[in-house]
């Protein structure tokens, strides 16, 4: 296990909702779990006028974000960990001279011996990264003669790969590559990183994960929440751009990279760099018209509820063709994944929140059971992100009594099952391991930009393409009506519950 060293957590957009709501939680999770360094300290920066306490109370002592987890702690050591808290007012304006935060960092750090180890976490707009890098720069923030320095920037990272290289660059001038952590909260959670200990520690999968035993692999992000008060935004993103082109092709590179040389971050994320670079992309109009769908939801009635139409939504155009529904059928060039389809869709107003990834084996090639119930029910690993999270093996078993009739039975395991079962949430994983200097969880620049090239040609398909269509679906139903003609030739999306084993499966107990 890596060691913690002493530092300094730098949080700019500190008054904002990220830091309470996520930010500042998982800092605690890491304090009551043992995981913080003997001398740690949080600075919050942004515009708000806040004293040291008046941050503190809003973040930490009343914070609604940290009631439940402050439970029955102790007041000293929920005030000990407050304490570690503090807050610097940049004034009016990002864009001015950090001469001031300079001073309080300096003090902070010999005061409370950090060692000169600072993380800057840009918790602001997009816009704002190259201003605050640029006047980190002019204070010698950046400077790694004296302790290390890092740079944490949240998504979304660009709008297409033209502002995504410019965001690069922009950061690139004042911070090295290897400062740069890109966060991607998907990737903190303990069932991503989980694929790539299922592909690469067991014998029964890594000999089959290829074409030769692989027919298709599917993956289905759900949120049964509409696009709630983020309407202004959502409009001009979309589902594609919000949860596609980072969470899932993220996943993607998970499922598709080959074995790295070994569990250094630097190996693994070459591979998937390669991995993404190896996505055929999709150039001319009818392959675009034949492998993707975009869709909204519009007004339904769910639970007794009536549920407005995303046109209908605060701060969405009446007449948007945004989608909150995409759905993508896509090839890898290599050798490994020759010819096998990928089906990846990411949707809101879903019948239940789920995030899995189905591996679908082929059939025997000599089916002798064919005519016995085994056709169509084909061997699947359905690995679960979220919620429920586990994994599943569907398989065939003889029914007892005469004949060979097939049943499909399941195999299966839950991370609550573990009797260490305290899972670390995104958020928690992800400052932990920046703060141990582990990048294999970020998104390094060229793998962002791989990842923008394979999206670009769907996403200008679908602002200037001749044949576009914006298919309704209604809230609560598993997409639009059409979405299975995607998987043409293999059957249809499987459509998830909130829980793994949605099937009774088949057992005899007596």
Same mark, same amino acid.
């Given at each position: 296990?890596?060691?913690?060293? /002493?530092?300094?957590?730098? *949080?700019?957009?500190?008054?904002?909702?990220?830091?309470?709501?996520?930010? &500042?939680?998982?800092?605690? =999770?890491?304090?009551?779990?043992? #995981?913080?360094?003997? !001398?740690?300290?949080?600075? %919050?920066?942004?515009?708000? =006028?806040?004293?040291?306490?008046?941050?503190?109370?809003?973040?930490?002592?009343?914070?609604?974000?940290?009631?439940?987890?402050? %439970?029955?702690?102790?007041?000293?050591?929920?005030?000990?960990?407050?304490?570690?808290?503090?807050?610097?007012?940049?004034?009016?304006?990002?864009?001015?001279?950090?001469?001031?935060?300079?001073?309080?960092?300096?003090?902070?750090?010999?005061?409370?011996?950090?060692?000169?180890?600072?993380?800057?976490?840009?918790?602001?707009?997009?816009?704002?990264?190259?201003? &605050?890098?640029?006047?980190?720069?002019?204070?010698?923030?950046?400077?790694?003669?004296?302790?290390? +320095?890092?740079?944490?920037?949240?998504?979304?990272?660009?709008?297409?790969?033209?502002?995504?290289? /410019?965001?690069?660059?922009?950061?690139?001038?004042?911070?090295?590559?290897?400062?740069?952590?890109?966060?991607? #909260?998907?990737?903190?959670?303990?069932?991503?990183?989980?694929?790539?200990?299922?592909?690469?520690?067991?014998? @029964?999968?890594?000999?089959?994960?290829?074409?030769?035993? $692989? !027919?298709?692999?599917?993956?289905?992000?759900?949120?049964?929440?509409?696009?709630?008060?983020?309407?202004?935004?959502?409009?001009?993103?979309?589902?594609?751009?919000?949860?596609?082109?980072?969470?899932?092709?993220? $996943?993607?590179?998970? &499922?598709?990279?080959?074995?790295?040389?070994?569990?250094?971050?630097?190996? @693994?994320? =070459?591979?998937?760099?390669?991995?993404?670079?190896?996505?055929?992309?999709?150039?001319?109009?009818?392959?675009?018209?034949?492998?993707? @769908?975009?869709?909204?939801?519009?007004?339904?009635?769910?639970?007794?509820?009536?549920?407005?139409?995303?046109?209908?939504?605060?701060?969405?155009?009446?007449?948007?063709?945004?989608?909150?529904?995409?759905? *993508?059928?896509?090839?890898?060039?290599?050798?490994?994944?020759?010819?096998?389809?990928?089906?990846?869709?990411?949707?809101?107003?879903?019948?239940?929140?789920?995030?899995?990834?189905? @591996?679908?084996?082929?059939?025997?090639?000599?089916? $002798?059971? +064919?005519?016995?119930?085994?056709?169509?029910?084909? /061997?699947?690993? $359905?690995?679960?992100?979220?919620?429920?999270?586990?994994?599943?093996?569907?398989?065939?078993?003889?029914?007892?009594?005469?004949?060979?009739?097939?049943?499909?039975?399941?195999?299966?395991?839950?991370?609550?099952?573990?009797?260490?079962?305290?899972?670390?949430?995104?958020?928690?994983?992800?400052?932990?391991?920046?703060?141990?200097?582990?990048?294999?969880?970020?998104?390094?620049?060229?793998?962002?930009?791989?990842?923008?090239?394979?999206?670009?040609?769907?996403?200008?398909?679908?602002? =200037?393409? +001749?044949?576009?269509?914006?298919?309704?679906?209604?809230?609560?139903?598993?997409?639009?009506?059409?979405?299975?003609?995607?998987?043409?030739?293999?059957?249809?999306?499987? !459509?998830?519950?909130?829980?793994?084993?949605?099937?009774?499966?088949?057992?005899?107990?007596?």
């Amino acid at each position: 296990m890596n060691r913690t060293e /002493n530092q300094m957590l730098i *949080i700019f957009g500190a008054s904002g909702d990220l830091t309470a709501r996520k930010l &500042v939680p998982a800092l605690f =999770n890491l304090y009551k779990g043992g #995981h913080l360094p003997k !001398n740690f300290v949080v600075l %919050g920066v942004s515009r708000s =006028n806040l004293s040291d306490d008046a941050f503190r109370k809003k973040v930490v002592t009343e914070s609604k974000y940290l009631a439940d987890r402050i %439970g029955n702690q102790g007041e000293d050591f929920v005030n000990a960990f407050a304490n570690q808290l503090f807050y610097e007012d940049l004034g009016s304006d990002y864009d001015t001279d950090y001469g001031a935060l300079a001073k309080r960092i300096a003090d902070l750090n010999v005061a409370l011996k950090t060692d000169n180890n600072y993380i800057f976490y840009l918790s602001t707009p997009p816009s704002l990264y190259e201003i &605050v890098s640029k006047n980190l720069t002019e204070q010698g923030l950046n400077d790694e003669s004296q302790g290390w +320095k890092r740079l944490i920037v949240e998504k979304p990272f660009g709008y297409d790969l033209s502002s995504a290289k /410019n965001l690069n660059k922009g950061l690139q001038k004042y911070f090295k590559e290897s400062q740069i952590y890109r966060i991607d #909260h998907y990737l903190g959670k303990e069932t991503v990183q989980n694929l790539l200990v299922t592909r690469f520690a067991n014998s @029964i999968f890594e000999p089959l994960w290829n074409r030769n035993y $692989i !027919n298709h692999v599917e993956i289905t992000n759900a949120e049964t929440v509409g696009v709630e008060k983020r309407g202004g935004y959502y409009d001009k993103s979309g589902a594609l751009r919000d949860m596609f082109q980072n969470h899932l092709l993220q $996943i993607v590179s998970l &499922v598709i990279m080959e074995p790295p040389i070994g569990s250094d971050a630097e190996e @693994i994320r =070459n591979e998937k760099v390669k991995a993404l670079k190896s996505l055929r992309i999709m150039k001319d109009e009818e392959t675009l018209y034949n492998n993707t @769908i975009r869709a909204q939801y519009v007004a339904s009635e769910v639970d007794g509820e009536k549920v407005k139409g995303y046109r209908e939504e605060e701060g969405v155009d009446p007449e948007s063709t945004t989608e909150t529904y995409a759905a *993508i059928k896509f090839f890898v060039d290599n050798w490994r994944w020759s010819g096998v389809p990928f089906y990846v869709r990411t949707a809101k107003r879903m019948p239940t929140k789920v995030t899995e990834v189905v @591996i679908h084996f082929k059939t025997p090639h000599h089916q $002798i059971f +064919k005519d016995s119930g085994a056709f169509n029910k084909d /061997n699947k690993l $359905i690995i679960r992100i979220q919620p429920d999270e586990g994994m599943l093996i569907k398989f065939g078993v003889k029914v007892p009594g005469q004949g060979f009739k097939v049943e499909r039975a399941n195999l299966d395991f839950y991370y609550s099952s573990l009797v260490e079962n305290h899972v670390m949430e995104a958020y928690e994983r992800l400052l932990l391991d920046a703060m141990q200097g582990d990048a294999t969880l970020y998104a390094r620049a060229d793998e962002v930009e791989a990842a923008w090239e394979f999206v670009d040609p769907i996403l200008n398909y679908w602002k =200037n393409g +001749k044949d576009v269509r914006t298919y309704g679906y209604s809230a609560g139903v598993w997409g639009p009506t059409n979405a299975d003609e995607l998987i043409d030739g293999v059957g249809m999306w499987r !459509n998830p519950s909130e829980n793994l084993a949605d099937d009774p499966g088949f057992c005899v107990i007596c």
